[in-house]
C-alpha cells in the first residue's frame, strides 16, 4: 500500500515538475536559438570556398539530461506494446539543442564567423534499474573560423 | 598548439605528417554527486555535476593528447574526433584521437 502512495507520488512529482522544466527549457532554447542565428554551423568537412584568411579552433559543448520519473514509467509502458517513444524522443532533442548551443555560445565568445564539421555524439551515462536511460550526455564539436581582422 | 577536427588548416600548410596521437580518461562520479544525481532522476533536469565532469575529463584527454603531439614536435592536432565508452557501472573512458602534423 505505501508502495503504491510512494509510486504515485513519484510520478505525481516527476510529471509536475518535469513538465515545467521542460517547458522551461524549451522557451530559453529557442529564445537563444535566435540570438545565435547569425553564426552558421555546417556539418560539412570543409569551409566553404572564398570566406578569406581565418583561424581555426575546435570548440565544443556538452550537457547531461537526466529524465524525471514519469518520463521513465510512460517509456517503460511503452516498451510494452511499442512504437514512438515520446517521452524520450523530447529529452535528446532538448539535449542536443542544449549541446549545439553551448557550441555555438563558446565560438562566439571567441568570435567566429561559422562552425565548420560539427559532430554530434551521444552517450547515455547512467542505467538505472533494469537497464532502463537514466541520463543521456550529448557532447557536439566543431572546428569554429575565426576571421582575421587585418 | 592548433586543434581543428578538420583535415586541413585555413590559410595554413601542412609540411609533414607525424601520424595518430591520442588522449584518454576514464573518470568515475562521486557519492554526493550520485546522490543529487538520483534525485534529479525523480524530477528530470539537467545534471550540471555530471556535465561538469565530462567536460572536465574531456579538456583533460585532449591535454593528455597535446602532450602527446608536443612530443612528438608537431605543432597542430588535426582531424580530432571525440568517442566516450561506459566501460562499467558508473565509469567513462573519453578517448580524443587525431592526426599530428607540423604547419607553416
Request: glycine share 10%; no cysteine; hydrophobic share 45%.
Amino acid at each position: 500500500m505505501y508502495d503504491l502512495i510512494i509510486f504515485f507520488t513519484l510520478l505525481g512529482l516527476g510529471y509536475t515538475f518535469g513538465r515545467m522544466a521542460e517547458a522551461k527549457h524549451f522557451k530559453a532554447i529557442i529564445e537563444r536559438e535566435k540570438q545565435n542565428q547569425q553564426l552558421l554551423t555546417f556539418s560539412e568537412r570543409f569551409p566553404p570556398a572564398g570566406i578569406g584568411p581565418v583561424n581555426s579552433e575546435l570548440v565544443g559543448g556538452n550537457v547531461v539530461i537526466s529524465v524525471d520519473y514519469f518520463k521513465r514509467v510512460a517509456a517503460g509502458l511503452r516498451g510494452i506494446v511499442g512504437g514512438r517513444v515520446r517521452a524520450y524522443e523530447s529529452l535528446l532533442e532538448r539535449a542536443r539543442r542544449e549541446a549545439i548551443l553551448r557550441m555555438k555560445e563558446e565560438a562566439k565568445a571567441k568570435g567566429a564567423s561559422m562552425v565548420v564539421n560539427v559532430k554530434l555524439e551521444t552517450a547515455s551515462i547512467t542505467k538505472g534499474q533494469k537497464q532502463q536511460v537514466g541520463s543521456v550526455e550529448v557532447y557536439a564539436y566543431g572546428t569554429a573560423l575565426i576571421p582575421i581582422t587585418v | 598548439m592548433i586543434i581543428s577536427n578538420i583535415e586541413i588548416l585555413p590559410g595554413k600548410r601542412i609540411s609533414k605528417h607525424l601520424g595518430l596521437v591520442q588522449g584518454s580518461t576514464v573518470r568515475t562520479k562521486h557519492v554526493g554527486r550520485d546522490l543529487m544525481a538520483g534525485l534529479k532522476n525523480i524530477f528530470g533536469g539537467e545534471l550540471l555535476g555530471y556535465t561538469e565532469l565530462l567536460q572536465d575529463a574531456r579538456k583533460e584527454a585532449t591535454e593528455r593528447m597535446v602532450r602527446q603531439a608536443e612530443a612528438i614536435g608537431a605543432n597542430a592536432v588535426i582531424n580530432v574526433r571525440f568517442s566516450t565508452s561506459s566501460i562499467a557501472a558508473g565509469a567513462a573512458e573519453l578517448f580524443v584521437y587525431g592526426t599530428a602534423v607540423i604547419i607553416e
